[in-house]
């Protein structure tokens, strides 16, 4: 794997894993009433799906060097990528990242319609 990908989805799944366990401890405490709980479920998924595609259209135009993902290349790699200037590291890293951040937003807005879709279910089924 690529260690730009690697650090890449690193960051953005660990940033993923805290929004879940929020999102999970607010379905967690409206469990007394189950397509409250989902639809609570499906809108706050569906915020942090908007969040990461915003999050990748903002990516072309800032600084790298202050993400985590620059921060994690460094510590697993001093030199980058050997033999590749410090610039283009920062350029593919800038791809990379909003490559990764679409692609996780998709996953994410998947699973936001899937809670909606059970959300009708529970109601019907009330």
Do not use: C, Y
């Not at 690193?10 to 999102?23: K, N, P, T, Y």
């Not at 799906?49 to 915003?54: R, S």
């Not at 135009?61 to 994690?72: G, L």
């Amino acid at each position: 794997m690529d260690p730009l990908e690697f650090v890449t989805d690193r960051s953005i799944r660990r940033a993923l894993g805290f929004a879940g366990l929020g999102i999970g401890m607010v379905m967690l405490a409206l469990s007394f009433d189950l397509p409250l709980a989902l639809r609570s479920g499906a809108d706050l998924v569906a915020i942090v799906a908007v969040a990461l595609l915003v999050i990748a259209w903002r990516t072309p135009h800032r600084d790298i060097r202050r993400s985590e993902s620059w921060m994690m290349l460094n510590d697993l790699l001093p030199e980058a990528i050997p033999g590749v200037p410090r610039a283009e590291v920062q350029r593919r890293l800038k791809e990379t990242l909003r490559r990764r951040l679409l692609w996780h937003a998709e996953r994410v807005g998947m699973l936001a319609v899937a809670l909606w879709s059970l959300t009708l279910l529970a109601a019907l089924l009330r």
